[in-house]
């Protein structure tokens, strides 16, 4: 349930794309030239970004980042991708990877935790100073009812597992 979740707010084209999301590259393109800050990147992007270059905002660094993530998608399979992006990603509290942070911030291992502790997670790699339990209860408690809400329409969970999820009051360990 943690990578669905990731998926439903990171890249639910993930399994479709090979490396990046033209439409939403052309909205992060868009937005390097206003004062909004838009995602776009898939997750091989954020990838090569996260292994290889800096955070920048600049269309350098965004060219770059597509060119890298075109190479990745040829050398490696969706599977080690997803494997390298999950164990790589900054979730916040010096926790790098999804074990770490479900150990930081629940106390326990991937195979423990609930669909609202899943949803939590995946929440958090968008700002994970912000976003998280820890730092702020209530962001990441917002944030959670949205990737609940993206699990939901993209048929990861059924209604009742996301009210149930929902319902949960947000505690970190």
Wanted: aromatic share 10%.
């Amino acid at each position: 349930e943690l990578v669905q979740a990731l998926l439903a707010v990171e890249d639910r084209s993930f399994y479709k794309h090979h490396g990046f999301d033209p439409r939403a590259l052309a909205r992060a393109l868009r937005s390097l030239f206003s004062d909004r800050v838009q995602g776009g990147s898939t997750i091989t992007q954020q990838l090569a970004r996260a292994y290889f270059l800096s955070p920048e905002r600049t269309f350098v660094r965004k060219a770059k980042e597509l060119l890298l993530a075109l190479q990745i998608e040829q050398a490696f399979s969706k599977e080690d991708i997803l494997a390298l992006y999950l164990n790589k990603i900054f979730f916040g509290l010096r926790a790098y990877g999804i074990a770490a942070a479900a150990e930081v911030y629940f106390g326990k291992s991937l195979d423990q935790l609930s669909v609202a502790e899943a949803a939590t997670i995946a929440g958090i790699p968008k700002a994970p100073s912000l976003l998280n339990p820890v730092s702020d209860p209530v962001r990441a408690e917002e944030r959670r009812a949205y990737v609940l809400r993206r699990m939901l329409e993209l048929e990861f969970i059924d209604a009742e597992a996301y009210q149930q999820a929902l319902a949960t009051p947000v505690e970190s360990d």
